[in-house]
């Protein structure tokens, strides 16, 4: 199994979730740590496991979110490094 | 047991007598007695009896969630001898709007995050409220914004002063729930406080509720399966625990966190939660009554729980908003139900105490036991009707030949049981859909696109499809020419999320079946091809 970086998943999400940005005026810059997407209305709670689904099939990796912090849980930054730490402990 | 309250508010009262230093609500990370919660409740109906607006109708408004406010104002709404109407930020304003036009209500709780959408909604208002903002200090601004109306806040409901509460007869209105109707604007149904009080004593009864039991709270206040969770647990001294719109994101943890024993959800939520990784061996062992309602529950779902929470009672629950909440039960038993479970779906059960069907064909005979057709019942979890709609209220609620009782139309096939079997359920048999658990007429959203783009020719399907429905809208129009982004925008301000189209197909022609209607399977079909 391979190794999953934050970076990695970072630039998937903001992919994966191309047409939902740009129909919320968000730029591929704005994309960073701090965005709560769905503060900024850019996914549901249906969106989101459809994220996760994508991210867990493009990386090849199974990831238990139970224990993340929920507050973090549609942040992007915790998110891709919670997600790089979960595939690590899986790998190790 | 005592015998029954006849109003929802002096079953409360009751507990609160019995009870008063235990739990009753859990939000915002606080934990709140009875004394507590019945203390800041009845600053809020003072305040507004004080104020109140002479020949108001006995209906009280709450625009507010997941909050302290949100709780408190239910039960305030209640003391004042009123039904309550649960508003919802989350809706378009201008479908609060409706709702607050159609209930003529002149009193509104309003909570800090729910107040600033408020111009939007009050805009079209023209008689003067008495607003309520008990998370305000300082109203001053507020007062400014609405010069019409009178502006109450945080100083004017001062918890500490004693208030007389105003016990309603048993006929008289205890909510108003809004939920999809096919032509086009929501149907308020009328809940009589007999038909809460003998539902949630029922079920307080089928689940052996005691004072010790914390219960969650899966679902938003104008949603009825609310109604299990709040008067189930209020009627037997129990606690409510209310997740954070973040924290429903991954309510597994909130069981454990809070050492959940009563569980309610749409099942799409439990598949949510197996999506996440929760649903592992033992992983619920605090749980120890589990009940799903509001969607078709597959039997995947169960065994999932099954292994989760090894010592919980597993219950599907089935009622329309109409028959108050949950009115026919199943309980899930592990040697008996595998032989009952029809193509992956578990039965509906049996109707509560109290309660009786008929399984109906078009013509409103009834079919023979073992044919299909639609539910009705009637008894006392039968609702009063829809508020200020005799018109739709008659269509729906009616008094079958050779019988003296009203009937409600379900809109459901079913199964007509043999014997002592439980009853299966099929679909729906009209254009009717849940959307995670959310009732939704397609007509609804058709006839809002219809206006919106002067098109004849549209048809919403749910989809994708789930065992329980779909989870979202897909919607053809015929025609050219439309700027879907912004006919996206201009449907989001008259719907809520769960009914806004995800996608739109613009075709030229939309195909039509033998009957000349539109080709709702084709179109289907079309959606299934292209994934």
Known sequence: ?92 | MSPAPPSLISGILRSAAAFPERPALVVDKRSYTYRELLDVSSAFAAALDAHAIAGEPPLTAVYAMRSLTAYAGIIAALLRGHGYVPLNRFYPPNRTEFMLKKSGCRAIIVDAESAAQLDDVLKGIDQPLVLLFPDLEDVSAVKARFPRHAILGARDAVPGASYTPKIPGADAIAYVIFTSGSTGTPKGVMTSNRNIVTYAEYAAERGRVTERDRFSQSCATTFDGSVFDLFTAWLRGACVCSPSQKELLNPGAFIKKHEITVWFSVPSLAVFMKRLGSLKKGNFPSLRWSTFGGEALSVDIVNSWRETAPNSEIDNGYGPTETTCMSVYYRWDPVASPKEVHQGIVPIGYANPGMSIMVCDENLREVSPGERGELLMAGTQISLGYLHDPERTKRAYIVPAGKKEIYYRTGDLVQRPRGGEPILYFGRIDFQIKVLGHRVELGEIEAVIRDETGAHGVVALGWPMTPNGAQGIEVFIEGTGFDLGDLKRRISMRLPEFMVPKKFHVVSRIPLNENGKFDRLALQHMLEAAV
């Open chain 1, 1 to 92: 199994m391979s190794v999953v970086k934050a970076d990695e998943v970072k630039r998937f999400i903001a992919a994966f979730l191309a047409d939902a940005l740009s129909e919320n005026n968000v730029t591929e810059n704005e994309v960073n740590d701090d965005l709560d997407l769905m503060k900024r209305g850019i996914i549901d709670s249906i969106d989101l496991i459809n994220l996760i689904a994508g991210i867990e099939e493009h990386f090849n990796i199974e990831v238990d979110f139970e224990d993340m912090d929920t507050e973090q849980l549609t942040i992007v930054g915790p998110l891709a490094k919670y997600i790089e730490e979960r595939a690590k402990m899986k790998t190790a």
